[in-house]
């Protein structure tokens, strides 16, 4: 491991900018959520705008019987002739009646229900109280007034908060949504490492969500979960700040976070950490070939983006130029800054003309950013990669660290296959 | 509220989109919420656009709300005026900032813009992507379109063709052509293609060529009221649709027809003897309806199948795909809800389905092959290759695309002479597909005495006669079982045996 800067980008000054944001809203956040938790059910209270937003951001229409819908509102919603909250409980029994496998159902706020102020938590309590205990019925906001992408995973696991259920029993909960495979493999390396009592947020099913209370720790496995952190602290609950488990040493540092609360000793770490940590920097190496030496640019996505940055320059060589986010949480992100050596231009929101000026400016080998800009910029002769990969795949701690190299190699290696082709191409219309 | 889980169309202000996507010189200034440029990935993603949508988006958010969201919307005009420099702009609202009622056109028109603005109305709780398209071109004709002196040439304006639409880049070709082997010149292509300078000409034009009413028949409309052009009503889908369609503009312009049918091949691939398995496959069609109509002439007309069921997702449509499917002795299925279309579809029980995306994924479910006759599109709808449906070309293409999914006859009547042979088993499948077999819905469990019906009446199978079933080509057999199963039901014979089989078989021949 290299060693770490006193203070990195920490006291970097910040530029901000007001202007067109080309990014997701919170809503987007349902389409993993739904595969994660799979008993639960997402019922966006909307626009057919959403409708449309959801089935866009899943790609294709995939889903035979998928586990989020949106009650889309219409004329007579808007002018008062309908009763909003009547008409929701209808929705809500035919849906529940059609699907009893569903034990939680999430009534998500959108721009449209945000503006006509109609009341989900209302509706959420009245609900619950006539389901119950079958059904458990919660609600959050995902609109885009109010949330960018990530942060409607955020909105949604602090809805869970309040009402875990209380303990006083020790235990430390992962918080943030990953992909099975990758929560196994955390909680086996926590398990080794003789840490007992792991719980996860959100969990598969609505009957094993975690206990809280003041005897409980919790790390978070995501950045972009400010909310929910506030909310789990309101309950007793206990924060071991980290860096982000990207990479082999953003999973180390994690990893040791967590061992040094939980006592364990420097000998029984490495054992648990020297083989998956070996394989990871071997896995890393190979991506490194390709990236080494090269610059990236980030448009703001979803928050990942400075773990992911650090991750960039201080395992696979490359330099940042600019690092864009949607949210600067100055406190999640204290440890991650201190790592990023200075350099970047770090930015938080967006004037997205004004940014394009400046990445085609930097003519960064690599630019990552989202699918409404990538075919453009590629057009340009720029090499981008698409940000919402990375929340999709699986990229979390020591096995994944070779894959996430590989996602920003990947399509540098293809740009390197392609070059005979260079001159010829013209963008089709 | 109306619950929704899969949509066929997006919401109004992404038909404009599609408009000025299309158009060249032409920006749209939206008044909407950070989250509503996801639109932009349909265009650059599904279609593989090089250039981003012309669309400036406020996103606004909940902050600005008790601040100035009018200002807001005026500096974005403003800023998007001087960057991009176009010749005219549109602007609108989408659903939440119709809800804040910033009027977007007012404020436009107080900003003393050098160039054309021109404001939609598209109610977002009322109506639906194919209106925008319809009314967001109609609003660019109405203001930059003018009367002017008609080209000395005879020629035609191509309506309809926007980004995002099913096959319309190359069918503009295939139409030019058309229209060119008659002596007849385009005059403006629009909305795609066209710059709003091109919009002001294209009263220079004899006709209209309208090739998608669903999103330019308001403007054909129009154009003949103000400008005096008459439109054409037959879309040339299919041989005998463009065969009539060059009639009707032999009719419009008293040009003789003339037609280079050298490139045309599906008459004699229809006609040739491997296409004889094609007689009489049951086909259900859905999509928007311009193609449904044009899918059933094909069909029933060209392919030789039985069309089973029609409908179409776009209610403007309704009324000429119900009388349609009366003619057809059809009831249809009029409805954006997936899961009445999926009803529909199990409950027929077709051959082929002649669909959208949507379809598609309801035939993987069902195991039933599908080929995609219309939006809403996916990114493979965008081939590399030349494509079109239109004109000759797109009855060629047209042919090979529906008979893909099927089973050719000549492997169809292999499978019937190896059917015992192992590697002919069940999930055999077509040979040019591979994998899709899997895809197939399981068959049902057997009991060894005897089988439950498909539905809930009381008839039962006796065991020969299920063996005899299960050596039937698995591809026929749900057929076959249902044939049976009917013929039994409604002659009060309660159980199956292979007598009763064998003369459902001949009660249900086809001849």
Known sequence: ?429 | MKLSLWTYEGPPHVGAMRVATAMKGLHYVLHAPQGDTYADLLFTMIERRDHRPPVSYTTFQARDLGADTATLFKTTAQDAVARFAPQAIIVGASCTAELIQDDPGGLAATLGLNIPVIPLDLPSYQRKEGFGTDETFLQIVRHLAKPCALSEAMTANLIGPTALGFRHRDDISEVTRLLSDMGIGVNVVAPMGATPSDITRMGAAHFNVLMYPEHAESAARWMQQNLGQPYTKCVPIGVGATRDFLAEVAGITGLPVRADTSRLRLPWWTRSVDSTYLTGKRVFVFGDGTHVAAAVRIAREEMGFTVAGIGCYNREMARPIRVLAQSLGLEAVISDDYLDVEEAIAALQPELILGTQMERHIGKRLGIPCAVISAPVHVQDFPARYAPQMGWEGANVIFDTWVHPLVMGLEDHLLHMFRDDFEFHDAAGASHHGGQHSERAPEPETLVQAMPNADDSNIIWLAPAEKELKKIPFFVRGKARRNTEAYASERGIAAISVETLYEAKAHYARG
């Open chain 1, 1 to 429: 491991m290299k060693d770490l800067p006193e203070i990195g980008c920490s006291n970097t000054p910040v530029l901000k900018q007001r202007g067109q944001r080309e990014v997701f809203c919170g809503l987007t956040g349902i389409i993993w959520l739904h595969r994660k938790m799979q008993d639960a059910f997402f019922l966006v209270v909307g626009s057919r705008t959403c409708a449309h937003l959801l089935q866009s951001a899943a790609g294709v229409m995939i889903f035979a019987q998928p586990r989020f819908g949106t009650a889309i509102l219409e004329e007579k919603d808007l002018a008062g002739l309908a009763d909003s909250q009547t008409e929701i409980d209808r929705e809500v029994a035919r849906l529940l009646a059609r699907r009893p496998d569903i034990k939680q159902l999430f009534l998500v706020g959108s721009c449209p229900s945000e503006v006509i102020k109609l009341d989900l938590a209302k509706a959420a309590q009245r609900l619950s109280a006539q389901f119950a205990p079958h059904v458990r019925v919660l609600n959050y906001s995902g609109s885009g007034i109010e949330t960018t992408f990530t942060q409607g995973e955020d909105a949604c696991l602090a809805a869970m908060v309040p009402v875990l259920p209380a303990t006083q029993d020790a235990g430390l909960i992962l918080v943030g949504a990953l992909p099975d495979v990758v929560e196994d493999q955390a909680l086996a390396l926590l398990a080794e490492m003789g840490i007992e009592n792991v719980t996860c947020l959100p969990a598969r099913r609505a009957g094993e969500m975690p206990a809280i209370g003041p005897n409980t720790r919790f790390a978070l496995v995501q950045p972009f979960l400010g909310d929910t952190l506030d909310a789990l602290q309101k309950r007793g609950a206990r924060h071991i700040p980290a860096p982000f488990p990207f990479g082999a040493e953003g999973t180390t540092l994690w990893l040791r976070a967590v061992a040094d609360v939980y006592g364990v000793s420097d000998e029984v770490f490495a054992r648990v950490t020297a083989a998956p940590r070996a394989r990871a920097e071997k896995a890393i190496a190979a991506a490194t070939e390709t990236l080494g030496g090269k610059s990236v640019f980030f448009f703001p996505d979803s928050q990942l983006e400075i773990p992911l940055a650090r991750f960039l320059t201080r395992e696979c060589g490359m330099t940042a130029i600019e690092v864009g986010t949607p949210y600067l949480h100055r406190d999640l992100m204290a440890q991650e800054l201190a790592l990023l050596a200075q350099g970047p231009v770090l930015s938080e929101g967006q004037d997205v003309d004004l940014q394009l000026d400046r990445a085609r400016a930097a003519r960064a080998d690599l630019t990552v950013c989202g699918l409404g800009l990538a075919n453009p910029l590629e057009a340009e002769g720029l090499a981008t990669k698409w940000a919402i990969e990375l929340v999709f795949t699986p990229v979390h701690f020591y096995e994944q660290a070779g894959d996430l190299a590989g996602l920003f190699a990947r399509p540098l290696r293809r740009r390197a296959l392609l070059a005979p082709l260079a001159p010829v191409v013209e963008a089709a219309e």
